[in-house]
């Protein structure tokens, strides 16, 4: 008959310092070589959102031209540049239903501007003691152009600025030259650009165009950016083989007779 030794059960062994730190140093190698795989993991998810979102707002497009018979204008007409108004936006809400397929996932909650952070996400507010105004609602708050900041540029200028007509899909309402567009206007719908992630440091953001720097397409999405054309279907593109204003190939397709301005 054994005693009561036998019937004592062994403790594990404890893991040593050395061990322990082992065990670290792997796993810190290991997040350091996964990290960037799951960072383009996320853009990669975050532009197939952002193209969701821009197909949205081109299925608005398409429902607002479809009974207006033109395309919405980007903002109001007024004598002072700071006081006017988007009016893309509340028009195109409309359709969409609400304000947050207005905002590229991967643009940032809030960008510097006039000395305060500016959003990139328009959140309705209440309380004006306005009528409801081209989209906007009775009592809602109207968006001031060079203080809210809209990750989405709309192709309201076209290729150049200032043309006449205009070759863009409408910068002021009601203005005799830079008006309202008539849809019949657009030659090819499949290949003319309407919206695109916009440069968000531009005071106006929410317009995008060759025309000049700031209102250059982004290339939030690796070097790229998504582009909406007049037709609602969205293509991913590298944002230099979009900006060329000389290039007759990359002019037209920012115009609605598809000609080089």
């Keep these: 008959m054994r005693g009561?030794?036998?019937?004592?059960?062994?403790l594990p062994k404890a893991f040593t310092l050395v061990?322990?730190?082992?065990?670290?140093?792997?796993?810190?190698?290991?997040?350091?070589?996964?990290?960037?795989?799951?960072?383009?993991?996320?853009?990669?998810?975050?532009?197939?959102?952002?193209?969701?979102?821009?197909?949205?707002?081109?299925?608005?497009?398409?429902?607002?031209?479809?009974?207006?018979?033109?395309?919405?204008v980007g903002i109001d007409q007024h004598t002072i540049n700071e006081?006017?108004?988007?009016?893309?936006?509340?028009?195109?809400?409309?359709y969409t239903g609400d304000a947050k397929v207005m905002r590229c996932p991967q643009a940032p909650d809030f960008v510097p501007y006039a000395g305060a952070m500016t959003p990139t996400l328009w959140t309705p507010k209440y309380?004006?003691?306005?009528?409801?105004?081209?989209?906007?609602?009775?009592?809602?708050?109207r968006i001031l152009g060079m203080y809210q900041k809209f990750s989405y540029g709309y192709n309201v200028w076209g290729a150049n600025i200032g043309v006449v007509p205009n070759p863009g899909l409408g910068v002021y309402r009601a203005h005799a030259s830079y008006?309202?567009?008539?849809?019949?206007?657009?030659?090819?719908?499949?290949?003319m650009v309407a919206f695109v992630d916009s440069c968000l440091t531009d005071y106006w953001s929410g317009f995008s165009g060759i025309y000049r720097v700031g209102?250059?397409?982004?290339?939030?999405?690796?070097?790229c950016a998504n582009f909406l054309f007049c037709d609602s279907h969205v293509e991913?593109?590298?944002?230099?083989?979009?900006?060329?204003?000389?290039?007759?190939a990359v002019n037209c397709r920012w115009n609605v007779d598809h000609e080089r301005h």
């Design 19 to 72: 061990e322990l730190l082992v065990v670290v140093a792997i796993i810190s190698l290991l997040l350091m070589m996964t990290a960037p795989v799951l960072q383009k993991a996320m853009r990669l998810t975050r532009s197939a959102v952002c193209g969701s979102n821009l197909h949205q707002i081109g299925t608005a497009l398409q429902s607002y031209v479809a009974k207006w018979a033109w395309y919405p």
């Design 83 to 94: 006081q006017r108004v988007w009016l893309w936006p509340p028009q195109l809400r409309v």
């Design 127 to 141: 309380g004006s003691g306005l009528p409801a105004y081209y989209g906007y609602k009775d009592d809602e708050v």
């Design 179 to 191: 008006g309202e567009t008539r849809a019949d206007r657009v030659v090819l719908p499949q290949d």
């Design 4 to 10: 009561p030794r036998a019937a004592t059960s062994r």
């Design 215 to 223: 209102q250059y397409p982004s290339g939030i999405h690796g070097g």
């Design 236 to 248: 991913l593109l590298a944002r230099e083989t979009m900006m060329d204003i000389n290039d007759p």
